[in-house]
């Protein structure tokens, strides 16, 4: 028996991820396309990383798989304008656009529904972001 914990778009203010690209091209003033679709929940990498330690120490037993995401559903240009607007910088850099040509076709609304109740505290997303753009800044 296995325990699969799901999750979606996954960021932080470390490692090459949508928030630390969205600063880097906005910080060097270059216009970029983000697509507005498909829909998700960005999900803050010390939350998910938090679930997964707690999950292993208090429920080492627990079998199945299990959703665990952020919980507010964006487009990607609606998630990097909040990410430019917590940083201060330019969202008309953003040029939103349908679906670019994805290598996989992935549905318009990809929500994971987060069915894990851990009772951890966990982040807002604007709590997320600027804590995110916190440790890019160190």
Do not use: W
Not at 30 to 52: G, Q
Request: aromatic share 6%.
């Amino acid at each position: 028996a296995t325990l699969i914990v799901r999750t979606s778009g996954v960021f932080s203010g470390v490692g090459n991820n949508f928030l630390t690209t969205v600063i880097n091209h906005a910080r060097q003033g270059k216009a970029f396309t983000v697509s507005h679709t498909p829909i998700h929940c960005p999900t803050y990498a010390a939350d998910l990383s938090a679930a997964l330690i707690a999950l292993a120490r208090d429920y080492p037993q627990m079998r199945g798989l299990f959703h665990f995401t952020g919980g507010v559903a964006l487009s990607g240009d609606d998630f990097a304008r909040k990410i430019l607007t917590a940083a201060g910088l330019d969202t008309s850099l953003i040029t939103p656009a349908d679906n670019q040509t994805p290598t996989v076709a992935r549905p318009k609304y990809s929500v994971l529904s987060s069915e894990l109740d851990l009772r951890l505290p966990t982040h807002t997303l604007d709590e997320a972001i600027t804590e995110s753009l916190s440790a890019l800044s160190e």
